[in-house]
């Protein structure tokens, strides 16, 4: 490339690290910001932040008994058994998963509720000779919903590219019930319906006390904590003391700084001025940012050569795995049909998805660093996050650059937060949900 090339070359990441830059001092704004809309929220005002409240607390780690469990989230559903052992030890007796069809994503709800019933029976005669006699059943719903109590709720609005119809405005443990009753499963009782930040806040803090923030970082983002019921002023009729999980929907916080390809990504997706933080930090949102930075450098000549832009017009066609792989040393160029790329334009792509994935993991820190602050501002106690989802436990550094975050923002007091994958838990979780429920109805 000319010498004027490298320059254009230079300038162009180097704006483009200025665009996707994320300093603490933005940081220690963002958790302002954040915690005024937390305030709204609570309040039951206007807020880019939902704050639901979960109508559970914390576990005591007695909860005993055997669930059935199910997870819809993202483009899986799983089934699992859990085991709880009234001794802080869950087991997970079982799992299966099962993936669902786009077309059943896209189509109507009932036909969506009666795939996730097959789910159940299929998972059943794997596992269980025979039908159960009876099973609660606790569901992980991974989607924003007005809880109304711990086993119902309406859907707000879908997110995550689901769109099938007749289910936002709709309670979606009755949409299940229904779908058990049609496939003639009377046996299933659904007893409880949790968030899936909620299930895993709860089933680490089963074991561990100091649990207090449950985050998934994967497909979509989000978080809950523990808070004061008295702070919970959008739910007046909750008088009593203690402590309600929040679901707080973070992906809806809107007050960050985006730019160009944001705004892009923002516009053309199917929930258009929604899940702004979401689409900024998301595992299904990674890729994409990154294919309207590559198709704009190929439009300029910065990247490849035009041939190579018919690959790269798919919306959606590159993939958070794919810039994991990147960030492992490999490529994704077979899957472009990119044959003998050049060194120079292996390290712009690799620069191109790491300044994409350190923002993201910036940006999860703030939220994260506003969230504990809000509960314990001077960070006096020790504080265990409890984190699942690929994005964090997959991608390569990411872990760190939340970190490095932290200790940007509250120095040498950041060793009071501790970030621990909490694989698998909020089915787990649900399942604990489920335990309590079910022994308040005895
Ligand atoms: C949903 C949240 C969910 C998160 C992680 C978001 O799109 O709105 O309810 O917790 O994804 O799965």
């Known amino acids: 490339m000319s010498k004027d090339g490298t320059n254009a070359l230079e300038r162009f990441l180097s704006d483009l690290e200025s665009l996707f830059s994320v300093t603490p001092q933005e940081v220690r704004e963002i958790m302002f910001h954040f915690h005024e809309e937390m305030r709204r929220g609570l309040a039951g005002g206007k807020s880019s932040l939902k704050m639901i409240p979960s109508f559970v607390g914390r576990p005591k780690g007695t909860e005993k008994g055997d669930f059935l469990a199910l997870d819809l989230g993202g ?60 099973y609660d059943l606790a569901f992980t719903f991974s989607f924003p919903v007005v809880q109304r109590s711990v086993s119902s709720g309406e859907l707000i609005c879908w997110t995550k590219g689901f769109t099938a119809s ?34 895993t806040l709860v089933a680490k803090s089963y074991a561990d006390p100091s649990c207090d923030v449950g985050v998934i970082i994967g497909t979509g983002t989000n978080a809950c904590y523990p808070e004061k019921v008295a702070r919970i002023s959008r739910l007046p009729e909750l008088r009593a003391s203690g402590e309600m999980i929040v679901n707080i929907e973070w992906g809806g916080f809107d007050k960050l700084k985006t730019n ?53 017009s798919v919306a959606y066609a590159l993939t958070t795995e794919h810039l994991s792989m990147t960030a492992h040393g490999s490529d994704f160029f077979d899957d472009f049909g990119l044959a003998d790329v050049q060194e120079a334009d292996r390290q712009t792509i690799r620069e191109i998805c790491r300044i994409v994935s350190t923002r993201s993991a910036r940006i999860a820190a703030a939220a994260i660093a506003a969230v504990v602050a809000w509960m314990d501002a001077d960070l006096e106690s020790n504080h265990t996050v409890a984190i699942d989802g690929a994005l964090f436990e997959k991608y390569p550094g990411f872990q760190d650059n939340m970190t490095d975050m932290l200790f940007g923002v509250f120095g040498d007091r950041a060793k009071k937060i501790k970030l621990e994958l909490a694989k698998d838990g909020s089915g787990i979780g649900a399942a ?5 429920a079910a022994s308040a109805r005895q």
């Open 75 to 134: 483009t899986n559903v799983r089934v699992l058994a859990v085991a709880l052992d009234g001794n802080g030890n869950a087991t997970l007796a079982a799992v299966s998963r099962f993936v669902i069809p786009s077309e059943t994503i896209g189509g109507a709800g009932d036909k969506l509720f009666d795939f996730i019933v097959d789910c159940i029976q299929s998972f059943l005669k794997e596992h269980h000779a025979g039908m159960p006699q009876a």
């Open 166 to 199: 007749g289910v936002e405005g709709k309670d979606v443990v009755a949409l299940l019930a229904e779908a058990l009753q049609r496939k003639g499963m009377k046996s299933i009782h659904v007893a409880a319906l949790a968030n899936d930040t909620v299930g």
């Open 260 to 312: 160009v390809y944001d705004n892009l990504l923002d516009l053309s997706s199917n929930n258009a001025g929604r899940q702004k933080l979401e689409k900024m930090v998301s595992g299904m949102y990674l890729g994409e940012l990154a294919r309207l930075v590559i198709v704009e450098m190929i439009q300029k000549r910065l990247l490849f050569t035009e041939k190579s832009l018919p690959a790269f």
């Open 432 to 436: 604990i949900i489920g335990a309590v």
